[in-house]
């Protein structure tokens, strides 16, 4: 295993010293934002813009939230009041996800699983963020508790914070109460959580070019999404193998902004049970991706030195590439999308086409 995936990180950063309350209402995938997130008594917060989203806002502690994410665990709850989504690879070949949470809380975030390695260089670039998690593999535990990372798991957390769904089975039925868990976090245990602030993207208007596009496909070795473009939401609209992914409250999730992402992915030193190895997706180096926005697509490039980074993401010509204000999904995977081309009159289109 490349060295990499042991990472170890010791510095500090300053966080919020108190929570007095976060508001539910979330970005949503929608370019509009509730009013309600301004109203946030959050104190250690900056209010108006959110730096992930770009959205009116609060820049509040930030909560990672592991998500299961095989057909089990759908519909999801929470997401669609997420800053940020990130679509991991794990064992078998099938994704889990990491909810980023900032600005807004909803009552329940789930189901929760467990953390993986590729969770420490993704995370270190918020600072000392809060990992709301299910276990971890016992080699991997040590690294975890080693990583600048606020550990507010569900071993260390009671039932009225990490519940059971009764109407759902094991082990796809944990969910979290982000409010109550930050707030005895902050306020009872005094611990010290980064709040929001730019990652390296930046928000701005539609650049120059790109591909017009009217959906795109994606997969892992055991997993399949789909997005497709709705000029009436303004948004991605997303699909999960093969169907419509919704929410637990009937809502398509999606987003005006989904970025993929070209890794690396690697086996790591850790396994389940079964002998499946743990992929590393490596997101510190640089690399090539896609950043699909107001129904277009447009390749683009990533840069991050060092896990303590901002990632930075340009156009070929190296330029910005200016993200849609909006909740953000990144798609982190070593497989080529296939995009579906706009018809045209004189030309029907094919029914898909790869990007390369």
């Known amino acids: ?37 301004s109203e946030s008594g959050q104190s250690g917060t900056t209010s108006g813009t959110n730096a992930l989203t770009g959205m009116p806002g609060v820049n509040g502690p930030v909560l990672f939230v592991k998500v299961d994410d095989t057909p089990p665990a759908h519909p999801q709850v929470g997401l669609n009041s997420a800053d940020v989504v990130y679509i991991e690879q794990v064992e078998g070949g099938l994704t889990r996800l990491a909810a980023v949470f900032s600005n807004a809380l909803p009552p329940k975030i789930g189901p929760v699983r467990s953390a993986r390695i590729s969770d420490i260089d993704l995370m270190a670039q918020y600072g000392r963020a809060a990992l709301a998690f299910s276990g971890a593999q016992t080699l991997f535990l040590p690294v975890l508790d080693a990583a600048n990372i606020e550990d507010v798991g569900a071993d260390h957390e009671p039932s009225s914070i990490y519940s059971r769904d009764t109407t759902r089975v094991a082990p796809t039925n944990m969910l979290v109460d982000p409010k109550a868990l930050l707030n005895k976090s902050i306020n009872v245990e005094g611990r010290k959580i980064a709040t929001a ?42 699909g999960y193998e093969g169907k419509p992914d919704l929410d637990s409250d009937g809502i398509q999730l999606g987003s005006p902004t989904l970025v993929i992402q070209e890794v690396s992915i690697t086996n790591s030193i850790y396994h389940d049970h079964l002998g499946n190895y743990t992929p590393f997706s490596n997101t510190v180096g640089s690399g090539a991706g896609y950043l699909l926005r107001d129904g277009r697509e447009f390749p683009i490039m990533w840069s991050r030195p060092t896990p303590t980074s901002p990632t930075t993401w340009t156009l070929a010509n190296g330029s910005q590439a200016y993200f849609h204000p909006g909740q953000v999904w990144v798609a982190l995977t070593d497989s080529q999308p296939t995009f579906t081309p706009v018809a045209t009159a004189s030309t029907p289109a094919p029914a898909s086409t790869s990007s390369k």
Do not use: E, H
């Open 197 to 238: 602030q730019s990652v390296g993207w930046q928000f701005g208007s539609l650049p120059a070019g790109g591909t017009p596009i009217t959906g795109v496909s994606l997969k892992w070795p055991s997993s399949r999404y789909g997005a497709t473009w709705s000029s009436d939401q303004s948004r991605w609209l997303l």
């Open 1 to 37: 295993m490349k060295s990499k995936t042991v990472r170890i990180f010791t510095c500090g950063f300053v966080g919020v010293l108190c929570l007095v309350s976060l508001t539910s209402c979330g970005v949503g995938g929608s370019s509009k934002s509730s009013s309600a997130n």
